[in-house]
């Protein structure tokens, strides 16, 4: 076997596949986006980008009762989606081995809550492995396989940003073609209608109980590091490396499977040290079973939020100062912005001059809530801008001088924002709903979806097409427009909001990275610029204030799209030579 670096998304890719996985299945979402990139590029897989998590589960639910191993792939909030066939296929069990890969965001990094997968276990009653680093996502993945099989159960393998996208050395192997096992028909155990959703219920409790008899024996996965006695902490994920550095006389329990808990193991290492702690993110998952054991842990002053590092772990157990940013303060704060050239930049413009009170949505059209544009005013989910649109309009917060306008992506509007749309029309719903079509899931790295009907394989299949579902549902009233062109969407805008009817506007440019060329660059004619700030509040990267409060263009980074030159009311910004690709100048 050789030793490669890989990240642990990209191990969790290989794991999968030296599992002689058949068929892996996702919606992108950071931090678990790169597995199934990486694993379409290998070979005897097949690999797909769903519309949701639910529906990737559900596909995966498929391959698995047909005999073959499947993996599905999800950031945590997914999860939330993906719940609803869990639970059951906790009941039914497989065939094929299910793994299921969660991602978590401990701190945020892009995404619009924390939660805690670990919590999954008890409440679905699924295992529940946590890697410690690459080598381990690669080994516990193939583990996951072997154990859903033995014990006809979905695995979830739970991971974290540091453990997604650090990479460490990987031991890694040949692929081992796991045999089909023939399909038979058995209602009894995939058919959960009461009468046997109920003798499936006992029969996940007698799997739970093999399960933790195999945890408790001598193959189960959890280790024991072995220091000093004065103090032990139980740990899991990758909160093991903070640990190890931050504390490394202690003896150090690792849990790696975190449902169900080798409670007698972890009260023997209990038992064996003076004091008891434990060390982990998010939430206090652990710490809360060890109390339910029995186990006295003592209490620390580790963050509630966020992620752990060497620095807090040791701070918390009085071994080091806390951690400062230094180097950092006094910097000028850098806010995410969209990309120069964004084609939401003009939508959003559009919406803030019709004063409407904007319900978004999740992608990068976000961004359009932070100054200069300020023009968003809610995002909470996948799917929310359309129904709280809706929400809106019933308390009576739409009105003729402030309308409400529902903001959504096109991916986003294929993944969860199709029912809200139906809502709104079966329900006679009055406001204008926008699709910001820029032709790419462009958040997570520039999937395909099926709005663009490009694949994870790169063939290019049926574009859903936008308008024509629109019409399906009875709306009458649906445009297209090119959000480049601020005049013409400010005109549609306005006429939308004013109908007493529900409304679709479609705002279809492609996103700007696609862009291979530009057609031409700007700059300011600094005679002409009165510094009114008109172009610096359109909020583009490639626009900033110089002395005097006019304006400069950076031609390096100026793509072309020419919605500064629109909202110049002096004609001071002109084109500043002839096209060129994009990187050049």
């Not at 946590?130 to 193939?142: G, R």
């Not at 739970?158 to 692929?175: A, D």
């Not at 959890?222 to 006389?249: C, I, K």
């Not at 009114?532 to 409060?549: D, K, N, Q, T």
């Amino acid at each position: 076997m050789a030793a490669i670096l890989l990240s642990g998304n990209e191990a969790i890719a290989r794991g999968a596949w030296e599992a002689g996985v058949a068929v892996g299945v996702a919606y992108p979402g950071t931090p678990s986006t790169e597995t199934l990139q990486n694993l379409v590029l290998m070979e005897d897989v097949i690999a797909e980008w769903a519309p949701n998590e639910k529906v990737a589960l559900e596909v995966a639910a498929g391959v698995s009762m047909g005999g073959r191993r499947a993996l599905v792939t999800m950031k945590h909030v997914g999860m939330n989606v993906a719940a609803d066939p869990l639970f059951t296929l906790a009941y039914t069990g497989v065939s094929g081995g299910l793994v299921v890969l969660v991602a978590d965001d401990p701190g945020m990094h892009s995404s619009q809550n924390e939660q805690d997968s670990r919590n999954w276990g008890p409440f679905a009653r699924v295992p529940v492995l946590e890697p410690s680093d690459s080598a381990e996502a690669l080994a516990f993945t193939k583990l996951a396989f072997e154990l859903s099989e033995r014990f006809d159960i979905p695995v979830i393998v739970r991971s974290v940003t540091r453990i997604s996208h650090s990479k460490g050395l990987v031991e890694v192997g040949e692929r081992i073609e796991a045999e089909p096992k023939p399909y038979e028909k058995d209602a009894a155990k995939w058919v959960m209608m009461p009468a046997m959703a109920r003798k499936r219920r006992l029969d996940l409790d007698e799997r739970m109980r093999a399960l933790t008899e195999w945890a408790e024996s001598d193959e189960g996965p959890d280790t024991v590091h072995e220091g000093s006695t004065e103090l032990g902490v139980v740990v899991s994920g990758v909160a093991y490396q903070y640990v190890r550095e931050a504390l490394p006389e202690a003896s150090v329990y690792k849990v790696a499977l975190g449902f169900p808990l080798a409670a007698e193991r972890i009260k023997r290492f209990a038992a064996s040290v003076d004091r008891i702690a434990v060390v982990e993110e998010a939430d206090t998952y652990l710490a809360k079973s060890l109390l339910a054991m029995g186990i006295p842990v003592e209490e620390t002053s580790l963050p509630a939020d966020g992620e752990l590092s060497p620095g807090k772990v040791s701070s918390a157990f009085g071994m080091g100062e806390p951690e400062t940013r230094a180097g950092i303060e006094g910097l000028p704060p850098r806010p995410p912005l969209m990309c120069p050239g964004c084609p939401h930049r003009g939508a959003f413009y559009a919406l803030r001059k019709a004063r409407a009170t904007v319900t978004g949505d999740i992608g990068c059209y976000t961004l359009a809530a932070l100054q200069p544009l300020a023009a968003m005013d809610s995002c909470v989910c996948m799917g929310a801008g359309i129904g709280m649109a809706h929400g809106m309009a019933l308390a009576g917060a739409s009105t003729e001088k402030k309308p409400v306008v529902g903001v959504i992506g096109d991916s986003t509007f294929a993944h969860s924002g199709v029912t809200g749309l139906m809502h709104m029309a079966y329900n006679a719903g009055v406001g204008t709903i926008a699709i910001l079509d820029n032709r790419i899931t462009a958040m997570t790295g520039h999937q395909g979806n099926p709005v663009t009907g490009r694949t994870l394989s790169g063939r290019q299949n049926r574009e859903l097409d936008l308008e024509a579902l629109c019409a399906a549902m009875g709306i009458e009233h649906v445009t297209v427009v090119d959000p480049h062109d601020l005049a013409e969407t400010e005109r549609v805008v306005k006429e939308e909001v004013a109908r007493d009817e529900l409304s679709v506007i479609i705002m279809r440019a492609p996103c700007a990275l696609l862009l291979k060329e530009r057609e031409a660059v700007y700059a300011v004619n600094d005679e002409a610029c009165t510094a009114c700030g008109a172009c610096i509040r359109l909020g583009c990267p490639a626009i900033s204030s110089v002395e005097g409060g006019k304006a400069f263009i950076d031609v390096t980074l100026c793509v072309g799209c020419a919605q500064c030159v629109q909202v110049c009311r002096f004609d001071a910004i002109e084109p500043a030579g002839p096209a060129c690709d994009i990187g050049g100048v």
